[in-house]
């Protein structure tokens, strides 16, 4: 039987946590190669990943690149996402958001690679309380979200007319680990609800909750959370999507309202200690439900989240914590802004 050749994929910000779960998964099928700014991440063994270590704003750098490998797809990960810092290293932020994906996308154009698929946002909507389709009104309203829509842009005007075919995938909420390949968030510092309460509840630390009164069923924030393993699913299902159809955009969420006291709640439950709570006011930006509809992704891609139940989610995470712990590893959790 004649050999078929591996497709090759390059993963821009593939030592980070979506980028790194996504290689491990995708070196069964692929070729992978991971560009990112950061040395290795301590947690992908894999030895036949190549780990190049490259800024995005690097475009020289990263022509030679492409030019070596000619990857068949661009998988684009690498971004500034948390929130939490924006003010106090804005410029970087706009930097490696906004010019960083401009190289990307020039390069791709330069070097004939024919897919590209941009990891975007829920933070590109505009506020809204019923579930969002990716035909709703477009208004940002902090500067990640920014960021991401003048990319968005960006990417729907250059590629227009040539023969690179893209995918913008929406990402909501992405959490939990990845047991099978012993992996999951480790920021630096983590500053994602999830993992916070849960080191919050094993640790016997307060939690505190921004807001009691939005106008949700329980007065905390409402929002989209999916399973890791559904996400890396997505874009797997996106590549296969390209190779037939024309350029689109998908929402990837579970669909599921899932707010702040119910994941402490359920953590609460799983872990088997009750935490104390302290309310303080709201925090400037945060909406009251940011849920999606995901119909067009299971239509259009033939994706569906399975793994994001409540208790799926939240019990992989608890096993991602001990896993560290087990293996002495110290994990930096930022202890405001919960």
Not at 45 to 74: E, G, M, V, Y
Not at 194 to 221: E, F, Q
């Amino acid at each position: 039987m004649k050999n078929i050749k591996k497709k090759t994929i390059l993963i821009t910000g593939g030592n980070g946590y979506i980028g790194s779960c996504l290689a491990l998964i995708a070196v069964r099928k692929f070729n992978i190669i991971i560009i990112d700014k950061n040395t290795k991440n301590r947690f992908i063994k894999n030895k036949k990943i190549l780990n190049i270590r490259c800024n995005i704003n690097d475009a020289p750098k990263l022509d030679k690149i492409l030019k070596k490998f000619t990857p068949d797809i661009i998988i684009h990960l690498a971004a500034q996402s948390t929130v939490d810092f924006i003010n106090l290293k804005r410029q970087s932020y706009l930097k490696d958001n906004i010019k960083g994906t401009k190289n990307i996308i020039d390069v791709c154009i330069k070097n004939n690679i024919k897919k590209i698929i941009f990891s975007s946002t829920a933070a590109v909507y505009k506020e809204k309380n019923k579930p969002l389709e990716e035909t709703d009104s477009l208004k940002p309203n902090n500067l990640y979200g920014k960021t991401k829509l003048i990319n968005e842009k960006y990417i729907q005007k250059s590629l227009r007319n040539k023969e690179t075919k893209y995918c913008i995938l929406r990402f909501f909420n992405v959490c939990s680990a990845l047991k099978k390949y012993n992996i999951g968030e480790f920021h630096s510092p983590e500053t994602h609800l999830l993992p916070k309460v849960i080191n919050a509840i094993a640790n016997k630390k307060i939690i505190n909750i921004y807001g009691n009164n939005y106008k949700t069923y329980d007065g905390t924030c409402v929002r989209d959370f999916v399973h890791i393993e559904d996400i890396v699913s997505g874009i797997l299902k996106s590549i296969n999507y390209l190779e037939k159809n024309n350029s689109s955009i998908f929402n990837l969420g579970s669909s599921n309202e899932i707010s702040v006291l119910d994941i402490i709640k359920k953590c609460s439950k799983l872990i088997k200690i009750i935490p104390k709570i302290n309310v303080y006011k709201r925090r400037k930006g945060d909406v009251s439900k940011l849920i999606c509809k995901i119909q067009k992704a299971k239509n259009k891609l033939k994706w569906k989240p399975k793994n994001s139940n409540l208790s799926r989610i939240i019990s992989d995470e608890i096993w991602w914590l001990n896993y560290l712990n087990k293996k002495k590893i110290k994990r930096n959790i930022l202890t405001i802004n919960n």
